[in-house]
């Protein structure tokens, strides 16, 4: 539960001095700001759009927290941060949505009865690797989460998951490994 | 991933990190750090003026007044964009000195035109200061990079600019020592001219400076 008033310069002077509690306090205490700032931007229309913007934010605030300086407010440095990954976001939104039309899900068919693929399963597939990843140790299942789903470099894998570089690249080489091993040897 | 996850995963990565100082302040280091550099290429280039005498100049001390008080203010101005929660007003800040430069140097230009007539508009490769001008900027912009690094990219092309205007700046305020003193229209391109043309094309670069990290695909 987070504090009713907290005081987010002294949580973030503790974050920035390596305390992770204050950290994971200062995180609590700002989301509700940060959904309130998305909810209202015309652009992120989707529930999923704005959570997708609220995460961008608390990622940017992450990269970013050593700009921030304890002798200064603390809602004018995270309002800035908000406002231009918002702003971002939603330019990226309407981009994407000025490029794409949404997929009518219409399985396409062919005359050979052979060449026509199996639809059925497509969900139960997503469903089943998602079960698999779940049963992956923890340090697997987070450098999956972040590397092929959510699709980060590296490097933001790294900042967002505090492992360095070496043990995300094997860890998540193992995860795949038993991956490809429990759904295509299941098979 | 869910953003209780996130929150739990930032939370456990934030290993300790050292608040940045004040713009003011990181424009006073690189000012500290960057003088000595252009110090040496003045005297390593050697003075073409009579320095006693240039100093009794109200034109010369207004003109490098107001460089210097651009480099410093761009410096500035450069570290604020890049922090959060500044005032907008600080994106403005080198205005002031910038248009008091330029003033002067105007002023300037129209005394020579007065005193030297046609042979004001004699155009012709003035290559003799470039490979000071060169040395003194480098060791400026190369800290400004080093320095500018860590920016968050609120307005990276802006930041950019003022991050290239502020060594500009600097090496104009150089340039005053060992460069004869006649401000023909040859000076203006061959000298200005290069300085103004590494602010606006450094600006073009700022996205690719100085970004965020990519961010989760929505």
């Known amino acids: ?187 | 991933m869910d953003t209780d996850t996130l929150v739990r995963r930032l939370a456990e990565g934030g290993s300790p990190v050292r608040p940045r100082a004040s713009p003011t302040s990181r424009a006073l280091l690189w000012v500290a750090i960057a003088s000595p550099f252009v110090a040496a290429t003045a005297l390593w280039h050697g003075f073409e003026r009579d320095i006693a005498m240039v100093f009794a100049e109200p034109r010369f001390l207004a003109e490098q007044c107001a460089a210097l008080a651009t480099a410093l203010a761009a410096a500035t101005a450069a570290f604020a964009t890049g922090t959060p929660g500044f005032p907008r007003a600080y994106r403005f800040l080198p205005l002031p000195a910038l248009a008091l430069w330029l003033f002067t140097l105007a002023a300037a230009c129209s005394e020579d035109l007065a005193d030297l007539g046609p042979a004001w508009f004699r155009m012709g490769v003035d290559a003799g200061c470039l490979p000071a001008m060169a040395a003194a900027g480098l060791a400026p912009a190369v800290v400004m990079l080093v320095m500018i690094r860590g920016a968050v990219p609120l307005a990276p092309r802006l930041t950019l600019f003022y991050a290239a205007l502020a060594p500009a700046a600097l090496v104009s305020f150089a340039l005053q020592f060992f460069h004869h003193g006649d401000v023909t229209l040859m000076a203006v391109v061959w000298h200005f001219g290069l300085v103004w043309l590494v602010a606006p094309l450094m600006a073009l670069l700022g996205r690719l400076v100085i970004r965020w990290p990519r961010s989760a695909p929505g």
């Not at chain 1, 990226?92 to 794409?100: K, S």
């Open chain 1, 1 to 187: 539960m987070p504090d009713p008033s907290p005081d987010f310069v002294t949580l973030m002077a503790a974050a920035q001095a390596g305390d992770r509690r204050a950290y994971r306090r200062l995180f609590e205490a700002v989301l509700p700001i940060l959904r309130r700032i998305a909810a209202r931007h015309p652009a992120l229309t989707n529930p999923a759009d704005r959570e997708d913007a609220v995460q961008d934010i608390l990622l940017a605030i992450h990269t970013a927290r050593a700009s921030y300086n304890p002798a200064r407010p603390f809602l004018p440095w995270l309002f800035a941060i908000a406002h231009n990954r918002i702003a971002d976001h939603a330019r990226r939104r309407i981009r994407r949505g000025a490029r794409e039309v949404a997929d009518a899900d219409h399985p396409e068919t062919f005359l050979v009865a052979a060449a026509n693929t199996d639809m059925s399963g497509r969900h139960e597939d997503g469903r089943a690797l998602e079960a698999a990843i779940g049963t992956l140790p923890p340090g697997q299942r987070m450098a999956v989460r972040l590397l092929k789903l959510q699709e980060m470099s590296l490097k933001e894998a790294s900042a967002a998951s505090g492992l360095s570089v070496a043990s995300l690249k094997i860890a998540v080489h193992r995860a795949v490994k038993s991956l490809r091993k429990k759904l295509v040897g299941d098979a």
